[in-house]
């Protein structure tokens, strides 16, 4: 069982990155990464625009005391000076080769000044990156023409990666946060004739910091912060899967990762390699050894020997609004009628004793259909009004339930 993988001839020994950004921001964290056994590292972005150099001043916040199990942080203002990004990655170079770690320069420079793209990645290929990322996702709107701004046209990205691409001899990858379906279908193949090695990218992040009740104001004064887990997780998995069926070059995807099951996960929606950057923030460098290990059992226990054995085998089962009514159509009960939802009469749904471990977690039934007997739920069938609340909550896949008559229904976590 081998968990390497390879981006335009460079080799991961894990597909697991530590994502540009605050845990990468100085050679000593971007070290705790290396201990923690990434697979690769992504130094926080260097940038030619002095507009956007480190604005820190306090340290920037997570806001789930107030906003719930979001995983939603402020922004950490500015990237780093060029003279000191080739600093940092000079310090860092004899440490990730000597841990087989690949080391990747994240770079930014106005989209109207190709040279200042192709003059900083040269400046970090010469420092000791082993690939090159070109940060055009930053939600911020410092300057119109950088970042997620910059990365609205489609040219900008193809000229970007290409100006990059003849600056430097070392893989590059392309770096794109989206908000629509739209802008994948534009961003990505611009990307790739730019002749980029590999894209990464990461769902919707913008939004609003949370808002202090008690003051009635934001929680940070500026409106713009950053989200993971969640929804990020849901379209980031989305635009991995998108991305992956439009063009020929690797996905990297981060965004709301911070399992092993949501790494497998990526990789099954069609990542080649995942990268972090909140999971690591919020719990620390600690989250790391469990996402590679797990990763590592998964495979061992599923037999699967290498990463490329799990890339995009979920895509096949994910359909289109147009194939998913087609599918929708296997549970019609009546097809004369066109008729989709079988009377309550027609759908069996009971639990599978030897599988319920007792957690009471279906107890909780709208419909007060669900009691326990001897430390067993049990489905009470005449108040029970199948709506599927139980069967997709039990944490042991426990609940069954089946329209006998047309085979159609819900086992061991899936619809059948
Ligand atoms: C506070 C903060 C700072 C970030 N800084 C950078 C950066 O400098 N360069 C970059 O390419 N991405 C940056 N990102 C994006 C992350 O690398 C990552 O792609 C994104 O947050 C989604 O992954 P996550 O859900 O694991 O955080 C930053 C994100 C946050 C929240
Ligand atoms: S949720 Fe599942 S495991 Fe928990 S009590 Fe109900 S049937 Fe049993
Ligand atoms: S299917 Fe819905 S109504 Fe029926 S027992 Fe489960 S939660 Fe209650």
Redesign the pocket.
Known sequence: MDLAVEISGVTFKNPVIAASGYPTYHPKLMKKCVEAGVGGVTMKTTSVVEQNWNKQTLAPLFYDKWGGETGTISCQYGFIQPDKAAEYLKEMKPITKKEDVVLIASIEAAASDLKGWGNLAKKCEDAGADMIENMLCCPIGFEEDTGVAAARLEGNLTNITRAVKEAVSIPVITKIGFEHDHFIRQTAPAIEKGGADAIHAHGFTTATTVINVETAEPVESGTYCSWSRGMTRGSSLHAAGAIYKLVQIPVISSGGIYTWRDAVERIMGGATATAIHTAIFHKGYKVIPPIIDGLKSFMERKSYDTIDDMLGIALPHMMNFGEFMGYLTRRLVDPSKGQYVAPKKDVVVR?NAE?????????DCLWGA?S?VDG??VINLEDCERCGR?WS????D??VAKIPKTGAGFENGVFT
């Open positions: 639990v599988k319920c471990n007792g957690c009471e977690i279906c107890v669900v326990m067993k739920a139980c909550l039990c944490p042991t426990a609940i």
